[in-house]
Structures are given as C-alpha cells and as structure tokens.
Antibody
Framework: EVHLVESGGGLVKPRGSLRLSCVAS????????MTWVRQAPGKGLEYVGR??????????DYATPVKGRFTISRDDSKNTLYLQMNSLKLEDTAIYYC???????????????????WGQGTLVTVS | SYELTQPPSVSVSPGQTARITCSGD??????AYWYQQRSGQAPVLVIS???KRPSGIPERFSGSSSGTTATLTISGAQVDDEADYYC???????????FGGGTKLTVL
C-alpha cells in the first residue's frame, strides 16, 4: 500500500523559509514522478510543482506563483521528497500535499498524467 | 491563464443522480480527472482519463466528456458521497496544470 507522510509545516514569518519533507513507502520511489499540491484554508486545490525521476532526468517544473522561490528535490536513498520554500508570502499559507504523479504511456509516448496517491498534508502558516 | 469552471454547489436527495460539470476550452483535446475530497481529508481520485474508474471506487461514479465539458455523474447518490469534487486537466499544450474551483455536493 502506498504511504506518503508529509512533515515540516508550521508558523513562519513573511520573507522566511521552510523545508517540507515527504517520506514515501509501498512503491518504488526512485522510479516515481512526484508533485506538491497545496490548498489554502477554505479554498481549492493548486498545483505547486513536479519532479521527474532521476532516470528521467529529475527535471522540475513549477507553477508561476512559486517559480523562483520554491525548489523541489528528492533523496532516493531516503525515499524522501522535499519542498524548499523561500521568500514566503502570506498567500503561501496552505496545506501542502505530496502526491505521486502517474503517467500512462504507449509506444514510447505518454498521453496521461495525473495526481494519483496523496499524503495527508502538512499545514504551513505564513503570518 | 487556463481555467476550468465548475458550479460552486450541487444538491440532491439520497438515491438521486448528481451531475457535476467542468468546462474548459482544451477539454476536447485533454483528459479530465475527478477528485473527491471529504471534509478534513486528502483528495482521492475517483475518475481518470474522462471515464475510467480506479479500483475501489464504487460503480455509481462515472465520467463522460463531450466538447468543452466533462461531467462527473453519481448515480444513486448516498449521504457518504457528500464532499467537494474537483476536476483537473491541462491546457492544450500540457504546460498549465489546473484544477477547477471545486463543487460542494450536498446529499440530503
């Protein structure tokens, strides 16, 4: 069974930094693409960013609101995903979820990408 | 920027059919995915690639897509189905990953 456990959330002042972690189990983490998705209090879901697996180049991608401030990384030896958040703003207050990022491919081409398994999230409050 | 539009709320009585729509210009070319989020819990995928139901999701959940509108249908809705439902897709280039604003389903 897939298990994703986020940690590292808390209260931080504007312009401060925080690093979130997500420990994975129940699947081959080193082969998985992973993402972070956030949800502000009482609001909807928002994509934050994605990291590919190292065999696929470990490329990262970020949503516009966090580009240049947030960095996603991974340590496959520890089955752990990270989100380094710098220059935090009030509007970054949210529950941050880590997810597996599934993809369906055929004939060498991938046609379907989606957030599959989710952790329970960790709350980041910028105030 | 790309947007997916959902109704803020849908209300049905137990046993009735609930339909939640999601509109987006790229939906004729891109799959829609649907997530259920019960209060205080993490989202759960209930429909992938417009129509596919993941294992463990009850058969009363189904999806369809026509033109610029994707639809999540819950046939014979139960009180346990009360939740927020989000559609997800991308723009035509696959670069913007976007969730709809969410629809609160009330079953009472």
């Amino acid at each position: 069974e897939v298990h994703l456990v986020e940690s590292g959330g808390g209260l931080v002042k504007p312009r401060g930094s925080l690093r979130l972690s997500c420990v994975a189990s129940g699947f081959t983490f080193s082969s998985a693409w992973m993402t972070w998705v956030r949800q502000a209090p009482g609001k909807g879901l928002e994509y934050v960013g994605r990291i590919k697996s190292k065999p696929d180049g470990a490329a990262t991608d970020y949503a516009t609101p966090v580009k240049g401030r947030f960095t996603i990384s991974r340590d496959d030896s520890k089955n752990t995903l990270y989100l380094q958040m710098n220059s935090l703003k009030l509007e970054d207050t949210a529950i941050y979820y880590c997810t597996t990022y599934a993809r369906h491919c055929s004939g060498g081409s991938c046609y379907s990408y989606y957030f599959d398994d989710w952790g329970q999230g960790t709350l980041v409050t910028v105030s | 920027s790309y947007e997916l539009t959902q109704p803020p709320s849908v209300s049905v009585s137990p046993g009735q059919t609930a339909r939640i729509t999601c509109s987006g210009d790229a939906l004729p070319k891109k799959y829609a995915y649907w997530y259920q989020q019960r209060s205080g819990q993490a989202p759960v995928l209930v429909i992938s690639e417009d129509t596919k139901r993941p294992s463990g999701i009850p058969e009363r959940f189904s999806g369809s897509s026509s033109g610029t509108t994707a639809t999540l249908t819950i046939s014979g809705a139960q009180v346990d189905d009360e939740a927020d439902y989000y559609c997800y897709s991308t723009d035509s280039g696959g670069n913007q990953r976007v969730f709809g604003g969410g629809t609160k389903l009330t079953v009472l």
